[in-house]
Each structure stands twice: as C-alpha cells, then as structure tokens.
C-alpha cells in the first residue's frame, strides 16, 4: 500500500512575513495528520526559514528547481549540495513552467533528475501536456517521451528514489482540474510503462496529481487507484485550504 504525499508548490510567492503566518498555521492544521507524508517546496531564499521552522514538524521541504552542476561559473544558479545544506528532502524537477518560460528540455530536466540523485535529493519530476497535444490525441506519447528522458538515465533504478507529478499544462493555475478519470488514465499509463522496465519499481512509485488542485477536489482525485497524492500550486498559498487537501490525503 503506497503512502499518499501531499507538497505545496509556492513558485514565486511569499515574504517573511506572511510565511510566518502560513507555516504557523499549516504546522498546527498538519501535526494530527499521521497517515500521509506532507512538504513544501519553496523559493531558495526562504529555506533557511522552512528549516528552522519545520525541522520538528511532519513537514518536509525543498527546492523547485537546481543547477545540475556541483559547482563553478553560474551566475544566478543553485547546486544541490547548496539544497541539502539546508535540509531539503525534495526539489521539484521539470515543472511545467521551467520547460515552457525557461525553456528547459527533456535532457536538461533529466541532467537535473541526476544530479538531485547524486546529493541524495528526491526528485518531484513533473510531466504532462498541454491542450494543444491533449486535442491532438498525444498525451501519451508526450508524457511517455519526458518520462523516457530520466528512464534512459537514471533507469527504474533511479525512478525508485523519486515521485513522479502527472501536471497537465492546461489544469495549472487555471481553475480547470482534469476529472479524476482524466487523471487516473495517465497515472495507470505511467505505472504501467515503468512497469514495463522494472514492475516492482512501478507498484512502489509515487505518482502526484497537480493542476488546480483544491480542497473540494482533492478527496475525489485522491481516491483514483493510480493517484498517490498532489502537487499543490495556488491552494498551498492559502493555510485553510492547503491543510484541508493534507486531510483528504490521511
Ligand atoms: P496549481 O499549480 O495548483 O496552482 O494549478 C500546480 C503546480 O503548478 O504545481
């Protein structure tokens, strides 16, 4: 039986300030919640805050995204060694909106997938595709294909060590979530082409929703065979809401 995960994705939101306020109240929403296992992943500046406020909570945190060097002449950029100074279990890889605005590849997203590895991070690797391929018919083979650039590297082996998030591009941040049918058929259809490679490794994996996940559609989605928990964008800003999705997950 897989173990739900819940992770908050803040992307580009939050101040000290009203972290404080979110954090207080998620910590003491979650802290009962002993049946699923829950993390935020954050802006790089606030790690150290997450750290200290959640290192004795049934929180976890990350990153949204690394460097896939370990260190050298990259203005601007963050290694994974720098991630796990400050206590991060998890860093998001792949997301939606650094392959769209930061052009990011599939083989850029599976050089991240390993270098995570390597510094003994789990990666959240996120696939999906967006409403031009889902009309297309090619949402398999589009989810296929990004899921193919980490098996090739890091094979089912590696894919053992990390959570998968199915994210189609049009559910994000759009208030338009894939019904739980939508979504299970694409998890199935993940599991089912690791299982192609190692099937002991597909039964294990973790495999996230995300998409405009809320406190009312969270339970529906969550209780889809294939669905082992969500990747929280908007809803994981907002305290009530994102402890009501911890609960649906328990
Ligand atoms: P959303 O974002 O819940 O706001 O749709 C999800 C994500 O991008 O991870």
């Not at 060097?69 to 994974?80: I, R």
């Not at 991240?112 to 991070?121: E, I, V």
Request: charge should be neutral; include cysteine.
């Amino acid at each position: 039986m897989r173990r739900k995960l819940v992770v908050g994705n803040w992307k580009m939101h939050g101040r000290l300030s009203t972290n404080t306020v979110l954090l207080d109240k998620v910590i003491a929403g979650v802290r009962e919640l002993q049946r699923a296992d829950y993390a935020v992943c954050v802006p790089y500046p606030y790690l150290s805050q997450v750290q200290s406020k959640l290192q004795a909570t049934n929180i976890a945190w990350g990153a949204q995204n690394l460097n896939q060097f370990e260190e050298g002449a990259f203005t601007g950029a963050v290694s994974p060694g720098m991630l796990t100074d400050f206590g991060c279990r998890y860093v998001i890889i792949g997301h939606s909106e650094r392959r769209g605005l930061f052009h990011e590849s599939n083989e850029i997203a599976s050089a991240k997938f390993d270098a995570a590895l390597k510094a003994g991070l789990t990666p959240i690797f996120c696939v999906g595709e967006t409403l031009a391929e889902r009309e297309a018919g090619v949402t398999e083979q589009v989810v296929g294909k990004q899921l193919d650039a980490v098996l090739d590297c890091a094979g089912p082996k590696g894919l053992a060590k990390a959570v998968v998030a199915y994210e189609p591009v049009w559910a994000i941040g759009t208030g338009k979530t894939a019904s739980p049918e939508q979504a299970q058929a694409v998890h199935a259809f993940i599991r089912q082409r690791v299982a192609q490679q190692d099937s002991q490794v597909a039964q294990a994996l973790c495999i996230l929703y995300g998409g405009s996940v809320k406190a009312g559609n969270s339970a529906e989605l969550f209780a889809m065979p294939d669905i082992d928990g969500g990747l929280i964008g908007g809803a994981a800003l907002v305290a009530d809401d994102f402890v009501a999705i911890c609960r649906a997950a328990q």
